[in-house]
T-cell receptor, first 116, second 113 residues
């Protein structure tokens, strides 16, 4: 069965450093998402991406964050200057169709980001 | 705005006993509702979903959920819990635009021998 993959599984970085989290969505999917889960808290939406542009973003997704689909397969989340509070599990998800569809959103296994 | 409430942070159930995890939602229209499970160190796996039609939906691993519009609830049930069901369970509702998911805070299920 097709699955969403994410690399790395765990990333440790120093505060102020840039990190890039990578995702490979399911190949025929068109809508891509990033969510994050701070330890002990709920999963929160960060951003959705369709047709090579951001469709929607949350308040969390400020200027320090960016997303890109650099080629036909990868979907990346970049944090320019990490803060301690960016420490979280970051999940990528994808779905075939978007608004008002009944498609399931498939999640990757997550990247645990630790900012020291 | 959409929101989801899971009132139970932790639940402990004996193996073989029945389980019910509560979920209440707030949404202006007919909601699309989901239950996901997260095992320790793992990602989110879809258990089941409700879009329309029969209000009792069956999912994987023997789980089912019932949509009750009058109570704004979508509770998850399983008749007999197995030790491998110990995990965190998230209820979610889909947003109006671009299908972003709004999650509840989760319920951690512990299974005692």
């Amino acid at each position: 069965e097709p699955e969403v993959t994410q690399t790395p599984s765990h990333q440790v970085t120093q505060m102020g450093q840039e990190v890039i989290l990578r995702c490979v969505p399911i190949s025929n999917h068109l809508y891509f998402y990033w969510y994050r889960q701070i330890l002990g808290q709920k999963v929160e939406f960060l951003v959705s991406f369709y047709n090579n542009e951001i469709s929607e973003k949350s308040e969390i997704f400020d200027d320090q964050f960016s997303v890109e689909r650099p080629d036909g397969s990868n979907f990346t989340l970049k944090i320019r200057s990490t803060k301690l509070e960016d420490s979280a599990m970051y999940f990528c998800a994808s779905t075939g169709r978007g608004a008002a569809s009944t498609d399931t959103q498939y999640f990757g296994p997550g990247t645990r980001l630790t900012v020291l | 705005a959409q929101s989801v409430t899971q009132p139970d942070i932790h639940i402990t159930v004996s193996e073989g006993a029945s389980l019910e995890l509560r979920c209440n939602y707030s949404y202006g229209a007919t909601p699309y509702l989901f239950w996901y499970v997260q095992s320790p160190g793992q990602g989110l796996q879809l258990l089941l979903k409700y879009f329309s039609g029969d209000t009792l939906v069956q999912g994987i691993k023997g789980f089912e959920a019932e949509f009750k519009r009058s109570q704004s609830s979508f509770n998850l049930r399983k008749p007999s819990v197995h030790w491998s069901d110990a995990a965190e369970y998230f209820c979610a509702v889909v947003g109006v635009r671009f299908q972003k998911l709004v999650f509840g805070t989760g319920t951690r299920l512990l299974v005692s021998p």
